[in-house]
């Protein structure tokens, strides 16, 4: 792509100057000039009402996706047990293919794993493509990808969603270089546009400081992970759906690598998305000594304890008890944020809780724009106080 100035029709006026990001623009006499920093961005064509920026580019044109259907969720399973994002997945793909008029459906890979199909039914699929063989037991990266490709190229999914799970993550980025299309993880919210019918992909980015929302219009399938906890189960027991069956041929030789052996933690990490009340903290709590505070509150309600980031990196809390970005995305019924300021990498993981109860000293926090009920105060009044209250109770 190449960009010129038309003199004839240039009247001066450095819109082009201000609206070029790298200084490629200048004025001389009286008319805009074309430095060697232009990087042919085209920033400053849409800026000139005089039409005098030329470019020899050609518009971009849309293909024609109109055999490309459905809304497709990736179905993790790990040992015969499916991963609850799955089943989060599929209410959201319910919601979206709605919108779009299209069928939903799940995509389940493993040896003898067929009976989870009743259950991907159960919760609004209405197809489940299943594909089982030996080589398929347990995950490996090539195995699923090959399957996973096979299964895009002859059905032709619209958008296909995955869980941002440590199986998810690795095979995401794997199938989308594969079929070509692009891929936009850690998502917080999906929709579909209403004028182009296309998926709307909202995640954050820039370190957490701005929501972003990335749309495709070039290739299909429009892919996107999420977060466990974000989005939520939708059960349709009433749903009707049938098993179509992918015939899957794979050798040792194409996969590569073999299971030796599984070990599991002794230890499982707590599943906050499970929570229905959690008691979280921040830097305000000061230290390890005011979590075992907020611990007996939430014993008190029967809830978990959770922190941000700093009281993870302090020390204060384990790291699997970290909300936010770069930890877990929760979504409980009362969330009670104490000495927790409320940056926006710590909204990412929380902002689909039902209720707020937000307990911070400095009133202009921004964790109150969020919350359903405000106290201003000293948490390590207020909290002791909340445990008198509901012991006496």
């Not at 999914?157 to 594969?178: E, F, K, Q, W, Y």
Request: proline share 4%; aromatic share 6%.
């Amino acid at each position: 792509m190449t960009v010129w100035i038309d003199t004839e029709l240039c009247n001066g006026c450095k819109r082009c100057v201000k609206a070029c990001p790298y200084e490629g623009v200048e004025i001389r006499d009286g008319k805009a000039y074309i430095l060697e920093r232009c990087t042919s961005c085209g920033a400053c064509l849409e800026t000139c009402k005089q039409m005098a920026m030329q470019t020899d580019a050609k518009p971009r044109v849309i293909p024609d996706f109109s055999d490309w259907e459905g809304v497709w969720v990736f179905a993790e399973q790990r040992g015969g047990e499916l991963n609850t994002v799955s089943l989060e997945l599929l209410g959201k793909a319910q919601e979206l293919a709605g919108t779009l008029n299209q069928e939903v459906s799940a995509l389940l890979l493993g040896s003898k794993v067929a009976k989870l199909a009743n259950t991907l039914i159960a919760y609004g699929a209405d197809h489940v493509y299943l594909a089982e063989n030996a080589n398929l037991k347990d995950y490996r990266t090539i195995a699923y990808t090959n399957v996973m490709e096979e299964l895009v190229a002859k059905y032709k999914p619209n958008i296909l969603l995955m869980g941002a799970t440590h199986i998810g993550r690795d095979l995401a980025p794997r199938v989308s270089r594969r079929v070509g299309v692009g891929l936009t993880a850690d998502c917080t919210e999906l929709s579909i546009d209403p004028e182009e019918g296309i998926l709307l992909q909202t995640r954050p980015a820039f370190g957490g400081n701005v929501m972003a929302t990335i749309a495709n219009r070039y290739s299909r399938p429009q892919m996107a992970t999420v977060r466990p906890g974000v989005m939520e189960a939708l059960k349709k027991p009433e749903n009707k759906g049938n098993v179509i069956r992918h015939k899957v041929s794979l050798t040792q030789k194409e996969i590569g690598t073999k299971v030796l052996d599984i070990v599991r933690e002794a230890k499982k990490a707590v599943n906050l998305s499970e929570a229905k009340l959690i008691v979280a903290g921040g830097r305000g709590v000061g230290d390890a000594k005011g979590f075992k505070v907020l611990q007996k509150l939430a014993g008190l309600v029967g809830g978990e304890v959770a922190g941000t980031r700093v009281a993870v990196e302090e020390g204060w809390i384990p790291a699997d008890r970290q909300i936010g970005q770069t930890g877990q995305s929760v979504k409980p019924e009362l969330y009670i944020a104490c000495g927790i300021s409320g940056a926006i990498q710590h909204r990412a993981g929380m902002m689909n809780s039902r209720y707020v109860i937000a307990i911070n000293k400095d009133p202009r926090a921004p964790i109150f724009q969020v919350a359903d009920w405000g106290i201003v105060g000293d948490l390590h009044k207020l909290v002791p106080e909340m445990i008198k209250q509901l012991k006496s109770g």
